[in-house]
């Protein structure tokens, strides 16, 4: 490749060079008194040095032209290579945004399958135990009356509380899986409103789980003697069950667990805390709780659950247009908050019992 100068200068330079050296032949014939002879040859020599010189440029003008054309060709390769290159790194960045794709599906497909397997075995424990006690009272019952034996009623009685009871809690685990059909679907659930007490409602919730445990101590904090509001009592009922449940699941070393019914008179709004002492939430799954089948790292391989009840509590506060919170920490127990609308924010969904 010519440099710059040169390639300019290139057809001056070589016509230059010709000139002197016509202009030294002419000085020698002119000054120098040679034979003829010699002066003859002198110029023919002069005559073909411009010749070759002449010759020298023209190879060097067509050399100069195939190289420029080269370095055409290498500057317009060049960008092609360029170009291709930078195709290259972009669809290697599609790739691997599209391969970090494909493993967070992956992943969250597997994390999906483990979910199911987790809530299909809880709930079938869940199952199990009710269909349990179901059928043997049932066989006790049926004993009562072979061979014509009179049946002990108190014994009949007691079975026949428990085989209601057990019942009971069969329709409860059906109504929450219905419930998880409408979350999974994001389906709208009718309410069956009504004037409900929440402190009656509350207090009878707490009378109920009071009797089944000795580790635990439930405290009912009323601010108000009554408290009345527009909603489902079924939901609302499950919602106070739920959270007094876990309260006493998740803290399996005992202790208190303080429950508050209070009213802002301001706001219209009734409002129940559950407060207990027990294992916590880890602050990284706090933002998730209220989220189907999730379940806290810290309880899911100690505690059988089905990670549905607070994706259901939520799901059942908004369903009537409140809310519901939590604050937590890992080691010192959590505290959950739900707010009420007193009134039923869309009139046509109130249906009046009597």
């Known amino acids: ?94 790739l691997r945004v599209t391969a970090e794709a494909r493993d967070d599906a992956l992943h969250r497909l597997r994390t999906a399958i483990r979910e199911r397997d987790a809530f299909l075995a809880a709930i079938s424990h869940d199952l199990k135990t009710p269909l349990t006690i179901i059928k043997g009272n049932a066989e006790l019952l049926s004993g009562q009356f072979k061979d014509g034996a009179t049946p002990d009623r108190t014994r009949v009685a ?64 009323l601010r ?49 805390s559950v407060r207990d002492s027990g294992l916590g939430i880890p602050a990284i799954d706090v933002p998730h709780v209220f989220d189907r089948f999730y379940r806290a790292g810290n309880a899911g391989g100690l505690i059988v659950g089905t990670g549905m009840g607070l994706a259901g509590v939520r799901f059942a506060v908004e369903a009537h247009g409140g809310r519901v919170t939590v604050e937590s920490t890992e080691g010192a127990g959590s505290s959950f908050y739900v707010e009420l609308p007193l009134a039923c924010p869309d009139s046509t969904q109130a249906v009046t019992h009597q």
């Not at 200068?9 to 008194?33: D, H, T």
């Not at 019942?167 to 679907?185: F, I, Y």
Request: glycine share 8%; charged share 15%.
């Open 158 to 221: 007691n079975g026949l509380e428990r085989i209601t009871a057990s019942t009971s809690r069969l329709t409860t685990l059906v109504d929450q899986l219905l419930w998880l059909a409408h979350l999974e679907m994001d389906q709208p659930v009718g309410l069956s409103r009504s004037s409900v007490d929440l402190v009656a409602l509350t207090q009878r919730v707490v009378d109920e789980y009071t009797g089944t445990t000795r580790l635990h101590r439930l405290v009912l904090t």
């Open 1 to 94: 490749m010519l440099p710059a100068w040169l390639a300019r200068c290139r057809v001056p330079l070589l016509l230059g060079v010709g000139f002197l050296m016509v202009v030294l032949a002419g000085a020698l014939l002119l000054l120098a008194p040679l034979p003829s002879t010699w002066r003859f040859g002198l110029l023919l020599g002069s005559l073909i040095l411009v010749i070759a010189a002449a010759f020298a440029a023209i190879l060097l003008l067509r050399s100069w032209r195939e190289l420029n054309a080269a370095q055409q060709l290498l500057e317009l390769a060049t960008g092609n290579l360029g170009q291709a290159h930078t195709s290259l790194v972009e669809a290697s960045g599609s």
């Open 224 to 272: 108000v003697n009554e408290l009345k509001g527009w909603w489902d009592e079924g939901r609302i009922e499950s919602v106070v069950a739920n959270l007094i449940s876990n309260a006493i699941k998740y803290s399996p070393e005992g202790g208190a667990i303080e429950v508050t019914i209070d009213a802002d008179d301001d706001r219209q709004i009734a409002t129940l």
